[in-house]
């Protein structure tokens, strides 16, 4: 089923995320934990696509796998930054005999010292290439804080409506943990006319090395809260999972009682945080007893 559909439909859309296995020997435990996963029966689940490419084919096996045996939908995500044009056509060729509709078009990031594309530069190149080569429902990403390499937000939004226009059909979110920033940014993008839905990316912190690693790549400020939640809870692996969960929680409760319609979580090959969360939710997501 295309996402756009889906996002078109009343109520809240849940969606989760795996990530492929960086080699073969590790492919088992990654598709163990992505059936986990999909057996949450989460409304779509996104599976990444490695740094610098090259396990290209594991994340459209895995997409492929969960859409054939669980019935869940996928977005398999696709990057240029390292990838000549023609194996970017070779994987959009994949992900049609594998049967998956719906693709992330990301650039992804630049590698320190690896080899960039001469093909592409930027995301909008990726996208489309993608649509002048199939009838793929399209999505990209959006970062409510600016991305790390743009020094002005509002040059960030220009290149994102860059993005739109050249035929996406739905952004989603780097992660935040301020949902104020959210709020603020879904308003400069509509000021733009930027009018496709936008999905929120929530990531749920389970431990204090987890959260120093995700903001020096993405960033994202650090609320005084969660600050001293880390502080607090860091060296304590349980609680600070716990906690973790508790704050993600929170945070989409305040997303939807806001009135946004789409929570992505971010839950990197963790069956237990996914559950966790959708138990904690399943009033809110209407998939309760009460329901
Ligand atoms: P772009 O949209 O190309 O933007 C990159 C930078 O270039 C921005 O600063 C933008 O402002 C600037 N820019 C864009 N167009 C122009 C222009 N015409 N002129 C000048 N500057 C311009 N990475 C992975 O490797 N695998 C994944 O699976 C993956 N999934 C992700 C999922 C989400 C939801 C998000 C938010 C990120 C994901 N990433 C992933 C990380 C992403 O690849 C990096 O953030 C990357 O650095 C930017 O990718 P992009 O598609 O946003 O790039």
Known sequence: MRISQLLRRDGVT??????????SDKYTQTAAAAKEIAALKPDFMSVTY????????FTASIASEIQSQFGVPTLAHLTCVSS????????LKTY??????????????RPADGPVSTDYRYAVELIRDIRAHGD???GGACYPEGHVECAHKRDDIRHLKEKVDAGLDFLTTQMFFNNDIFYNFLYRVREVGIDIPVIAGIMPITSARQLSRSVAMSGTEVPQRFRAIVDCFGDTPAAMKQAGVVYATEQIIDLIA???????????NKPEVAASIMANLSEVLGRGHGA
Not at 14 to 23: A, M
Not at 96 to 109: H, M, S, T
Not at 258 to 268: D, E, P, Q
């Open 14 to 23: 849940f969606s989760l995320e795996v990530f492929p296995p960086k080699t």
């Open 50 to 57: 490695g740094a610098g490419g090259g396990t290209g084919e």
């Open 84 to 91: 000549s044009r023609e194996y970017v056509l070779a994987m």
């Open 96 to 109: 049609r005999e594998k049967g998956i509709e719906n693709i992330l078009a990301l650039r992804g990031d």
């Open 136 to 138: 793929f429902c399209i």
């Open 258 to 268: 806001n009135g946004v319609r789409h929570i992505h979580v971010y839950t990197m």
